[in-house]
């Protein structure tokens, strides 16, 4: 049984800053995957895991109808946002856990699902429960998807200097520290949990977990590395484009769409 943490005010106010800044950003990232999703059906469903006050989600929704496609959307979110009532006729909202995606959602339904640096906030009480419940959304999310479905996942990773193997570690037990000198500390390499806690994995990590959750890369776009500045810290951003690669879950699906 996984933990299901509320975010709070600062991360809210935060989250929905990000996000109404974050739109154009995605979308030059995912340009030529969403120019290959117009060239299959019309009817497209599409998730957004994690996907705070909607904003990309109804982003998602103009780009398909002004293509001339019918895309049904929904936004999954432990949060409720203001903006939820203003995007409400186009976007489906529901206030859930991520860890319970399998009850709101049946196998094989998505053509598409978006976890735009979301999985670093999937935080348990430990790293190794952390790391756990990230593997668990995996395979959540690859029963939900078609077989021809894609998973879109973006995140950040900070690697610090002579610790690049624990660097995940280090920065998730910083972070759960809500003394003002650590906050400070790690605001200024991006991370705003105020104490709760994140979670950043390196890309070798990253490839490792999609193994061992059956799923295949169809696409790495990487951002060079950084250094923060006045910090022995590298920051970089990457997303992964992800299709099944399993036969059997495939199967699982024809079988469905039998029944």
Known sequence: MYEKKEINGYQKEKFSEYERNSVAKYFAIYENMLKNMLRSEKNIKILDVGGGSGNFAFALSKYFAENGYDAEIFVLDITKYDTWELYGDTIHFIEGSSFDIEKYFNICTFNLVFVNCAFHHLIQSSWQKTIAGIIALLRSIHKILKNDGILCVSEYFYEILFFKEISSWIIYTLSTIST???????????????????????????????????????????????????????????????????????????????T
Do not use: H
């Open 180 to 258: 003002p000198t650590i906050m400070t500390l790690l605001r200024k390499i991006g991370s705003k949990s105020a104490g709760v806690g994140v979670c950043f994995l390196s890309i070798d990590k990253w490839k490792r977990l999609l193994n061992q959750t059956e799923y295949k890369i169809i696409d790495l776009t990487e951002k060079p590395k950084r250094f923060v500045k006045g910090l022995p810290v590298k920051e970089q951003f990457f997303y992964f484009s992800l299709q099944k690669s399993s036969e059997s879950v495939e199967k699982s699906c024809r079988n469905e769409s039998q």
